[in-house]
Nanobody
């Protein structure tokens, strides 16, 4: 059984910073792309940032220059460093990852349970 567990959310004033972590555990053979999504109240879930197994990154336009995604492959963990936070960043943040369980090419997408980030104005 594979689990993704997020941590690091909370309440912060506008302009502040938070660092989210997402650790994958279980019978993991390999991890390809890892991602952070967010969902604000009344809105659809949106992709915030992606990091490949080789370390290449992509960001949603509104977070470019403020958020940084990184990963520690030895710890099966992905991070999201969020700086210069704005009230519009308030959302539940979810991680997901494409995980292989054996030597086959099959990958399964797992999701974390989400962590709340609230930015006060």
């Amino acid at each position: 059984q594979v689990q993704l567990v997020e941590s690091g959310g909370g309440l912060v004033a506008a302009g502040g910073s938070l660092r989210l972590s997402c650790a994958a555990s279980g019978s993991i053979f390999s991890i390809n792309d890892m991602r952070w999504y967010r969902q604000a109240p009344g809105k659809q879930r949106e992709l915030v940032a992606t990091i490949t197994s080789g370390g290449s990154t992509k960001y949603e336009d509104s977070v470019k220059g403020r958020f940084t995604i990184s990963r520690d492959n030895a710890k099966n963990t992905v991070y999201l460093q969020m700086n210069s936070l704005k009230p519009e960043d308030t959302a539940v943040y979810y991680c997901n990852a494409d995980i292989g369980l054996d030597l086959t090419a099959t990958r399964y997408r797992y999701w974390g349970q989400g962590t709340q980030v609230t930015v006060s104005s």
